[in-house]
């Protein structure tokens, strides 16, 4: 359901979070651009049962450093290590079984670009905040109920990232990651474009694989 662009305000947050928190078919939920409080954005998240992207609060304002490494090759292995892990057998097996991989891939993309353009970057974490990012996008909401499986994902992920890190030092970091983004973590990911916009021009095995190829390298590297 889109509802992008509208002024439902508050009062039909509200009426809409009591809608879904009866019963809701959704899948996804779009109320990007609707001018509303923080609040009422909180609520839709508690209530809602499928994916809700909302616009964030405040723009973000991207640190330098960041912007180097964005524009640098630094972030585009990153990106590739990333996209290795998730296409492994193993990166498949760890995370959500039911879930879009691809979608996971570009949240986690997303997730970390939104991040580093919030706090400093030390280069010594990146593979530990690219494999947290991995891991938060695999819940399903902004807030962390860590199951066994998840404990089990969390020492999985410390231990490829290869440079010392426990499955504690994850955990820690996934929530530090989540108090950050809040909210931001639910805005829509150029994938949720490519796969709205399939929908609607029709689509074979062989054009989306294409173009989510193309999307791949748009994401990675800024100058494509």
């Not at 992008?4 to 959704?26: E, F, K, M, Y």
């Not at 066994?148 to 990232?161: D, F, G, P």
């Amino acid at each position: 359901l889109s509802l992008r662009d509208n002024v439902i305000g508050d009062l039909g947050a509200q009426a809409l979070a009591s809608a879904l928190a009866v019963n809701s078919p959704l899948q996804e939920l779009d109320i990007w651009n609707n001018p509303m409080s923080k609040a009422s954005k909180l609520g839709l998240l508690v209530s809602a049962r499928c994916k809700v992207f909302v616009e964030p609060s405040l723009l973000l304002v991207q640190p330098v450093s960041w912007l180097k490494l964005a524009d640098g090759r630094m972030r585009a292995v990153l990106f590739e290590w990333i996209a290795q892990l998730h296409t492994s057998t193993h990166g498949q097996l760890a995370l959500d079984g039911n879930a879009d991989p691809q979608d996971l891939l570009f949240r986690t993309f997303s997730y970390l670009d939104t991040y580093f353009s919030s706090s400093a970057v030390q280069t010594t974490e990146l593979q530990l905040m690219g494999v947290v990012c991995m891991l938060v996008a695999s819940f399903p909401n902004v807030t962390l109920t860590w199951s066994q499986r998840h404990e089990e994902v969390a020492m999985w992920l410390a231990m490829v990232s290869d440079s010392g890190y426990t499955g504690e030092d994850v955990k820690e970091a996934a929530e530090r990651v989540t108090t950050l983004l809040g909210v931001k973590m639910l805005k829509p990911t150029p994938y949720t474009f490519l796969r709205r916009y399939l929908r609607k021009t029709g689509w074979t095995q062989k054009s989306f694989s294409l173009a989510n190829y193309l999307l791949e390298l748009a994401v990675m590297d800024r100058a494509f």
